[in-house]
């Protein structure tokens, strides 16, 4: 989905005209040439205060109906597929930086991967981190990986996050 904003006015819209236009936010290198098409397009009034009136393809985090968004998402746009969905979701569910944008490379850090269920998490957890290595294989199967995945959940170590059928996984508080 393009990312794309509706770009009206407070005075038209006032006086009861929704007269705008979709900008393709893609179609600008960075916020302040979006925000110079924005003047050109609202150019019939002599300081246009300009009411982004609708939104679609980004985060909506970053959308304020008062304000264009924010040099960040310029950033976002450069990035392919993958790593939007990833910020995207640790931008919403996860980043807990008082509004600060996150950045590729929080999310990508606090990220611990894609899972069927916390179970999943905590075996995969418990394998990469040595912990089962001393613990005989033999008794391997006696231990209880759901308690460990919700125990780390309801501590707050790692945020869960199901989105698209998977459980998406990332450590609190990176």
């Known amino acids: 989905m393009t990312a794309r904003l509706y ?5 038209k819209y006032n006086s ?7 900008l393709n936010l893609e179609d600008y290198p960075d916020r302040e040439a979006f ?4 003047a050109e397009l609202h150019s019939d009034e002599h300081d246009p205060e300009l009411m982004f009136q609708d939104y679609e393809g980004f985060p ?3 959308y304020s109906e008062s304000s264009a968004p924010p040099n960040a998402l310029w950033d976002w746009l450069e990035l392919d597929d993958d790593d ?3 910020l995207t979701i640790y931008q919403t569910e996860v980043n807990d930086s008082g509004g600060t944008p996150a950045t590729i490379d929080q999310a990508r850090e606090a990220f611990c991967g894609k899972y069927d269920n ?3 998490w905590a075996a995969q957890w418990l394998e990469d981190s040595g912990s089962l ?3 005989p294989e033999h008794l391997q199967n006696f231990i209880d990986f759901e308690a460990y995945g919700h125990d780390a959940r309801i501590s707050g170590a790692i945020v869960f ?3 698209n059928g998977s459980l998406w996984a990332f450590h609190a508080n990176l």
């Open 84 to 86: 939007r969905e990833l």
């Open 60 to 62: 909506k985090d970053w």
């Open 133 to 135: 290595k001393d613990v």
């Open 118 to 120: 916390e179970a999943d």
């Open 16 to 22: 009861g005209s929704l007269q705008g236009a979709w």
């Open 161 to 163: 996050v199901r989105h």
């Open 7 to 11: 770009v009206g006015t407070y005075a």
């Open 35 to 38: 925000l110079a098409t924005c």
